[in-house]
């Protein structure tokens, strides 16, 4: 059962990154009928989002194939999101302008791979292996 839960947990993380890509993609190069729909853009949390992207596929995959590496990447994604997540609250304190779906958005991902991060470093402490 631990190797399936594994596996469904990578496959998200894929599924995820691979969506936040193309989003994130998509306002960065699409042009300005899509700037334009995406309204506010925080421009430093746009390019760090889109680029973390390529890192939860990785991380994905490394959880799906029980990767020695999977809680290292999911607990640096973790600390690196809560980082960016400050930044964009300081950019807001500061009277930045900015779209509420960007903080719904940020405190998803930072949700989303702390819980992940949270349920490896358990596996670990129960000895728990990766699934090969």
């Known amino acids: 059962m631990g190797q399936n839960v594994q596996r469904v947990i990578g496959a998200v993380a894929i599924g995820f ?15 300005e009928a899509i700037s334009a729909m995406a309204g506010e853009v925080v421009h430093g949390i746009l390019w760090f ?24 990447l999911a607990t640096g994604l973790a600390l690196a999101l809560a980082i960016a997540a400050m930044g ?22 930072l949700g989303f791979w702390l819980a992940i991060a949270v349920w490896l470093w358990r596996r670990a402490a129960d000895g728990a292996r990766p699934a090969a």
């Open 88 to 109: 964009l609250a300081a950019h807001i304190a500061t009277g930045g302008a900015y779209e509420g779906r960007t903080v719904g958005a940020m405190a998803l991902r």
């Open 17 to 31: 990154g691979v969506l936040t890509l193309i989003s994130g993609s998509s306002v960065l190069f699409g042009g």
């Open 49 to 72: 989002n889109t680029l973390s992207s390529v890192v939860y596929v990785l991380a994905g995959l490394c959880i799906f194939r029980g990767g020695r590496h999977a809680r290292a």
